[in-house]
């Protein structure tokens, strides 16, 4: 299903972070030389960006979804989900990431942006009409105002082993 405009910005922002999953299982196994250098754009993608998405996520997607009996369940577990994720990031953030934990933080990262991707989102664009989509985009272009706006560039060490 092609994706509604209102949730394109999301959309948007788990492209960027798959990009960093699909680097990070390109490169496994890191070098334990190379991991500071991923620890340290993991952190960066999530001051740039992952906080704001997971706070529009929780602010005003997941209550959007939540209007829908049988949505319930897939959003406390999507919640739940962004628990685990916040405690990688904090991982990341204190660097203490090991080849393994990385790789399977990416594989976590991958699996709950496609669970929202291709069940979330699809199932909210066939339960909500056109005007409530669009209130919730409005919503949640201003509840992603701050996130950055440049792209993150990998670092020399995350770029090198991605690319062999």
Do not use: Y
Request: with cysteine; hydrophobic share 45%; charged share 30%.
């Amino acid at each position: 299903m092609l994706r509604d405009k209102s949730l394109i910005p999301l959309s948007r922002q788990h492209q960027h972070a798959l990009a960093l999953c699909v680097r990070i299982d390109r490169a496994s196994p890191v070098p334990q030389d190379d991991l500071a250098a991923w620890q340290s754009e993991i952190v960066q993608h999530f001051a740039q960006e992952v906080r704001f998405h997971f706070a529009a996520e929780e602010s005003v997607l997941f209550p959007g979804a939540r209007q829908f009996a049988e949505l319930g369940p897939l959003v406390e577990e999507l919640w739940a989900e962004h628990a685990v994720l916040r405690g990688d990031f904090a991982s990341a953030q204190a660097r203490s990431m090991s080849a393994e934990s990385l790789l399977a933080f990416a594989q976590r990262l991958s699996g709950h942006i496609r669970k929202e991707e291709r069940q979330l989102f699809e199932r909210m664009q066939e339960l909500m009409g056109a005007e409530e989509l669009g209130e919730l985009g409005r919503r949640l272009e201003d509840a992603l105002k701050d996130a950055g706006q440049a792209c993150i560039v990998p670092s020399a060490g995350t770029r090198r082993r991605a690319e062999e």
